[in-house]
T-cell receptor
Framework: KAGVTQTPRYLIKTRGQQVTLSCSPISGHRSVSWYQQTPGQGLQFLFEYFSETQRNKGNFPGRFSGRQFSNSRSEMNVSTLELGDSALYLC??????????????FGSGTRLTVV | DQQVKQNSPSLSVQEGRISILNCDYTNSMFDYFLWYKKYPAEGPTFLISISSIKDKNEDGRFTVFLNKSAKHLSLHIVPSQPGDSAVYFCAASFGNEKLTFGTGTRLTIIP
């Protein structure tokens, strides 16, 4: 059973540009959540999608957006990139809305560097 | 507003000894708690969880303790092994809400 797949693994962008990250959840999983990991800040919640609808949203500016497709694949977009957006972006999936005994299954992340 | 706190950024333990990682939370609504382990360049992987109706859960070398009155949980690893060196995150949730993570503790096992 394939895990959560995130592409690309690494990305370097210039300030002011925009970027789109992709996440393919485990087959059958309908909930996809996105987190930002930076040193000292742990994992900060961005948003969660369930059956193509955004169900939860974290405290990030409107430059951060996402969507989910009918096949449960999800993308997140960051516009007008800032140096502070440099981070590891993690995607996690779960079968239903409920966390379940094992919570989320995470992908390996996309390392975004803004220069 | 950090609702889940891991106050020790790092911890070093001798191989074979017990590792104790601590986590505090402020939101009394949390009813489910989890520990994740993360290696560099990989996503976090689930380690062990506990429901708020329990105060202890064991899985092999890993035991999680929950003290609801103190809003505190801890992860015990016995005996510690070199492969346990990683960053450990505690997380909490309630209902169908998102997982809220702590800032992580880097555990180093000294051979």
């Amino acid at each position: 059973k394939a895990g959560v797949t995130q592409t690309p693994r690494y990305l370097i962008k210039t300030r002011g540009q925009q970027v789109t990250l992709s996440c393919s959840p485990i087959s059958g999983h309908r909930s996809v959540s996105w987190y930002q990991q930076t040193p000292g800040q742990g994992l900060q919640f961005l948003f969660e999608y369930f059956s193509e609808t955004q169900r939860n949203k974290g405290n990030f500016p409107g430059r951060f957006s996402g969507r989910q497709f009918s096949n449960s694949r999800s993308e997140m977009n960051v516009s007008t990139l800032e140096l502070g957006d440099s981070a590891l972006y993690l995607c996690a999936s779960t079968a239903s809305g409920r966390r379940g005994a094992h919570g989320y299954t995470f992908g390996s992340g996309t390392r975004l560097t803004v220069v | 507003d950090q609702q889940v706190k891991q106050n020790s950024p790092s911890l070093s333990v001798q191989e074979g000894r017990i590792s104790i990682l601590n986590c505090d939370y402020t939101n009394s609504m949390f009813d489910y708690f989890l520990w994740y382990k993360k290696y560099p360049a990989e996503g976090p992987t689930f380690l062990i969880s506990i429901s708020s109706i329990k105060d202890k859960n064991e899985d092999g070398r890993f035991t999680v303790f929950l003290n609801k009155s103190a809003k505190h949980l801890s992860l015990h690893i016995v005996p510690s092994q070199p492969g346990d060196s990683a960053v450990y995150f505690c997380a909490a949730s309630f209902g169908n809400e998102k997982l809220t993570f702590g800032t992580g503790t880097r555990l180093t096992i000294i051979p």
